[in-house]
């Protein structure tokens, strides 16, 4: 066993001040975080920063922060996730910056609502970057090591559940480590599998092992929780310069790259220094080997569900037979000499994986560093958890990333984040927080497994929100940032003024647009303007003419500099404010009826297979199966009907409150209309849910 604080070069990083030690120093920690990847970063990070005595173990020290798969970060949807989890002071955001060697903003032809910042990284410098920032703050303690079993005794009796985590024992320790809060972070190290060809091998990563066996009987045996298999593959990673680039279609970084952090102005790496990525794309030969070697991979063979948005290509010939399919080669690294084909996932032998990469014209001499492989580990079923991601039958255990049935960096991470603050909250008998899928894509992302649950690897969407107007990554700051500062804690004072500074300036913004006014014959004139009709004589505000897509903030402050010019950092922001201003506003009816939903708590101990309303078996067998929290998030379950919501919402509002909490208030009429008002488009939701 090894804990230390971690050094890095100063000439590597802006960082000097990492503390070094060796040894644990203390057998009772608030938190105890197990798994160093980006869920249980975050999450010791997050608990750390809410004041709480945090112990981080992890297999090995060196390969905190490591990208396993692909060396990217963000996208659509998951670059929404990135920028939440930074406007709550995370890591993740800014290790992307500090690593970045090719930024895009994918989605730019469309609007900003969906644009979706992504990166490449160098592997090394993000790694570095994670270690540097986790092993030099405050209250945190990384040890390496594994977990052979959790310590579990009976619950406080005046919370819900029906065991208590109070600590840990590691392997090869005699001596248990005890906490208030365990976060569990296993990602496919959970009694992991690796495939390759005919060959197995226990292990969660290749050349890592799994879990120690006792974590996975804990889970299935001690706490009884429902626990199924999930699989996952990487591809082989290619030695550059045996690829002929030539026969790719190059592909460039922006010239003016975006930032993930909102305390970033720029990327570590200048634009000029930025490497291209490469589109290639599957030939029939590529399918002829894969249907030729499928005798020859037993893991495409197995039950396990894979990713859909990022099958392996073994499943993708097999799904859409006869197609063309993409393959981006993506740089590791500044310096690195090996290429990630992006698209080329695959578990074939070593040998049948060459001969496929050769089918492809631009990879018809490449080399293998490393052959690619699968992944096959247990989950738990995620509706047993609470949106805080607490476990409802075990009072302070808490399970973020891969474990709830996850796939992909962000989501990890943003999991990460949020049960981190929950667990460094229980620690100081604070109570425990959520974040509405009205707020926040990590609000989305939790509701989503909460309440529904999953049956393959989940991945975030903008699709997903229904709010994702209001929802959008140039605003979560404005949106988290606060609610963490003040609510959560979890938020620096500097970032939070920081927030509130942009927020006025936002505010001043807004009110100097609306308060300029004149006809559209004098604002064609002084802008030059061709886009206004000659024909259209009405008064007009700068807002109004902001809205123009040839119409920028800058040729506003040119014009009238006076007013304007005070607001140009925020120009960007202002024009994107200003296209969503009138739909935001119209959203905020609907987001308040959801939220009144979310805060209609339902019992935990109501007993749904007896309860003294009119609901059928299957609404009742539902019910009991995921135990919602909210009325809100009944009505989300696929399977649901608007009559046995307003049943459920009557019996609950009718009932004697004898062992309820105290704050869950009364439901009164003018309520009950609202939510029968509004069931019938819940119920619409959630037909073509269940259809999916």
Same mark, same amino acid.
């Given at each position: 066993?090894?804990?230390?604080?971690?050094?890095?070069?100063?000439?590597?990083?802006?960082?000097?001040?990492?503390?070094?030690?060796?040894?644990?120093? /203390?057998?009772?920690?608030?938190?105890?975080?197990?798994?160093?990847?980006?869920?249980?970063?975050?999450?010791?990070?997050?608990?750390?920063?809410?004041?709480?005595?945090?112990?981080?173990?992890?297999?090995?020290?060196?390969?905190?922060?490591?990208?396993?798969?692909?060396?990217?970060?963000?996208?659509?949807?998951?670059?929404?996730?990135?920028?939440?989890?930074?406007?709550?002071?995370?890591?993740?955001?800014?290790?992307?910056?500090?690593?970045?060697?090719?930024?895009?903003?994918?989605?730019?032809?469309?609007?900003?609502?969906?644009?979706?910042?992504?990166?490449?990284?160098?592997?090394?410098?993000?790694?570095?970057?994670?270690?540097?920032?986790?092993?030099?703050?405050?209250?945190?303690?990384?040890?390496?090591?594994?977990?052979?079993?959790?310590?579990?005794?009976?619950?406080?009796?005046?919370?819900?559940?029906?065991?208590?985590?109070?600590?840990?024992?590691?392997?090869?320790?005699?001596?248990?480590?005890?906490?208030?809060?365990?976060?569990?972070?296993?990602?496919?190290?959970?009694?992991?599998?690796?495939?390759?060809?005919?060959?197995?091998?226990?292990?969660?990563?290749?050349?890592?092992?799994?879990?120690?066996?006792?974590?996975?009987?804990?889970?299935?045996?001690?706490?009884?929780?429902?626990?199924?298999?999930? /699989?996952?593959?990487?591809?082989?990673?290619?030695?550059?310069?045996?690829?002929?680039?030539?026969?790719?279609?190059?592909?460039?970084?922006?010239? /003016?790259?975006?930032?993930?952090?909102?305390?970033?102005?720029?990327?570590?790496?200048?634009?000029?220094?930025?490497?291209?990525?490469?589109?290639?794309?599957?030939?029939?030969?590529?399918?002829?080997?894969?249907?030729?070697?499928?005798?020859?991979?037993?893991?495409?063979?197995?039950?396990?569900?894979?990713?859909?948005?990022?099958?392996?290509?073994?499943?993708?010939?097999?799904?859409?037979?006869?197609?063309?399919?993409?393959?981006?080669?993506?740089?590791?690294?500044?310096?690195?000499?090996?290429?990630?084909?992006?698209?080329?996932?695959?578990?074939?032998?070593?040998?049948?994986?060459?001969?496929?990469?050769?089918?492809?014209?631009?990879?018809?001499?490449?080399?293998?560093?490393?052959?690619?492989?699968?992944?096959?580990?247990?989950?738990?079923?995620?509706?047993?958890?609470?949106?805080?991601?607490?476990?409802?039958?075990?009072?302070?255990?808490?399970?973020?990333?891969?474990?709830?049935?996850?796939?992909?960096?962000?989501? +990890?991470?943003?999991?990460?984040?949020?049960?981190?603050?929950?667990?460094?909250?229980?620690?100081?008998?604070?109570?425990?927080?959520?974040?509405?899928?009205?707020?926040?894509?990590?609000?989305?992302?939790?509701?989503?497994?909460?309440?529904?649950?999953?049956?393959?690897?989940?991945?975030?969407?903008?699709?997903?929100?229904?709010?994702?107007?209001?929802?959008?990554?140039?605003?979560?700051?404005?949106?988290?940032?606060?609610?963490?500062?003040?609510? +959560?804690?979890?938020?620096?004072?500097?970032?939070?003024?920081?927030?509130?500074?942009?927020?006025?300036?936002?505010?001043?913004?807004?009110?100097?647009?609306?308060?300029?006014?004149?006809?559209?014959?004098?604002?064609?004139?002084?802008? +030059?303007?061709?886009?206004?009709?000659?024909?259209?004589?009405?008064?007009?505000?700068?807002?109004?003419?902001?809205?123009?897509?040839?119409?920028?903030?800058?040729?506003?402050?040119?014009?009238?500099?006076?007013?304007?010019?005070?607001?140009?950092?925020? +120009?960007?922001?202002?024009?994107?404010?200003?296209?969503?201003?009138?739909?935001?506003?119209?959203?905020?009816?609907?987001?308040?009826?959801?939220?009144?939903?979310?805060?209609?708590?339902?019992?935990?101990?109501?007993?749904?297979?007896?309860?003294?309303?009119?609901?059928?078996?299957?609404?009742?067998?539902?019910?009991?199966?995921?135990?919602?929290?909210?009325?809100?998030?009944?009505?989300?379950?696929?399977?649901?009907?608007?009559?046995?919501?307003?049943?459920?919402?009557?019996?609950?509002?009718?009932?004697?409150?004898?062992?309820?909490?105290?704050?869950?208030?009364?439901?009164?009429?003018?309520?009950?209309?609202?939510?029968?008002?509004?069931?019938?488009?819940?119920?619409?939701?959630?037909?073509?849910?269940?259809?999916?």
């Amino acid at each position: 066993m090894l804990a230390r604080r971690l050094l890095i070069r100063p000439h590597s990083l802006p960082f000097s001040h990492s503390r070094a030690s060796s040894g644990l120093t /203390r057998h009772k920690y608030d938190v105890i975080v197990v798994g160093g990847g980006h869920a249980g970063t975050e999450a010791a990070a997050a608990a750390a920063r809410v004041g709480a005595e945090t112990l981080l173990i992890t297999q090995k020290i060196q390969t905190i922060g490591a990208l396993s798969c692909n060396p990217s970060l963000g996208g659509v949807g998951k670059g929404q996730l990135v920028r939440e989890v930074d406007a709550l002071d995370g890591l993740m955001g800014r290790a992307g910056d500090w690593a970045g060697v090719h930024f895009s903003m994918l989605n730019h032809s469309k609007g900003p609502a969906v644009w979706g910042p992504r990166a490449q990284l160098d592997r090394r410098r993000y790694r570095e970057f994670i270690q540097s920032e986790l092993l030099s703050s405050p209250r945190l303690t990384v040890v390496e090591g594994s977990v052979e079993k959790m310590l579990v005794s009976e619950p406080h009796p005046d919370k819900p559940g029906k065991h208590r985590v109070t600590g840990v024992r590691m392997a090869g320790m005699e001596e248990a480590i005890l906490c208030s809060s365990v976060v569990l972070t296993t990602g496919t190290f959970l009694s992991g599998s690796l495939f390759m060809g005919q060959t197995t091998s226990p292990g969660g990563r290749m050349g890592d092992p799994p879990s120690c066996a006792g974590l996975s009987h804990t889970l299935r045996e001690v706490l009884g929780l429902t626990v199924g298999r999930l /699989r996952t593959g990487t591809p082989p990673r290619i030695v550059k310069e045996t690829v002929d680039l030539s026969l790719a279609t190059v592909q460039p970084p922006d010239k /003016r790259p975006t930032p993930f952090s909102y305390i970033n102005t720029r990327t570590h790496c200048p634009p000029e220094e930025q490497l291209p990525c490469y589109l290639t794309h599957t030939t029939p030969g590529v399918e002829r080997v894969v249907r030729e070697s499928l005798h020859l991979n037993c893991h495409i063979q197995e039950d396990a569900k894979g990713p859909r948005y990022c099958p392996s290509i073994e499943s993708r010939v097999m799904r859409f037979p006869g197609r063309r399919h993409q393959v981006w080669l993506e740089p590791e690294g500044l310096t690195s000499d090996l290429l990630y084909p992006q698209g080329l996932s695959m578990t074939m032998p070593p040998d049948v994986q060459l001969r496929l990469l050769r089918e492809i014209p631009a990879l018809a001499r490449a080399e293998m560093r490393t052959p690619g492989y699968g992944v096959q580990y247990d989950f738990v079923c995620p509706t047993q958890l609470f949106p805080s991601l607490q476990l409802k039958n075990t009072q302070g255990l808490f399970l973020a990333g891969q474990i709830n049935g996850t796939t992909g960096y962000e989501e +990890a991470a943003a999991q990460g984040l949020w049960a981190g603050v929950n667990a460094g909250r229980l620690a100081a008998s604070l109570p425990l927080l959520s974040l509405s899928r009205t707020e926040s894509y990590i609000g989305v992302l939790i509701d989503d497994l909460v309440s529904r649950g999953v049956t393959e690897p989940y991945r975030m969407f903008t699709s997903r929100a229904e709010f994702r107007t209001s929802l959008r990554p140039d605003n979560a700051d404005l949106r988290l940032t606060p609610k963490g500062f003040e609510e +959560a804690g979890c938020v620096s004072a500097e970032r939070y003024g920081e927030a509130l500074r942009v927020r006025e300036g936002l505010k001043g913004g807004l009110a100097a647009l609306q308060s300029v006014c004149m006809s559209s014959t004098r604002w064609r004139e002084m802008l +030059a303007l061709t886009c206004i009709s000659e024909t259209k004589s009405a008064t007009m505000s700068a807002e109004d003419i902001l809205k123009y897509k040839d119409i920028s903030f800058e040729m506003l402050a040119s014009a009238i500099p006076e007013v304007f010019s005070p607001y140009l950092e925020f +120009a960007h922001r202002l024009k994107i404010e200003v296209l969503y201003y009138s739909h935001c506003e119209r959203q905020k009816r609907e987001m308040g009826r959801i939220q009144e939903e979310e805060s209609l708590l339902l019992p935990q101990d109501l007993d749904y297979l007896s309860l003294p309303a009119s609901l059928s078996q299957e609404v009742r067998e539902i019910l009991d199966r995921v135990r919602p929290d909210t009325l809100g998030a009944a009505a989300r379950l696929p399977g649901m009907t608007p009559a046995a919501i307003v049943h459920l919402l009557n019996y609950v509002t009718k009932a004697p409150r004898r062992g309820r909490n105290a704050d869950r208030g009364s439901t009164d009429s003018a309520t009950k209309q609202t939510w029968s008002k509004g069931m019938r488009g819940n119920a619409q939701q959630t037909n073509i849910v269940s259809l999916q």
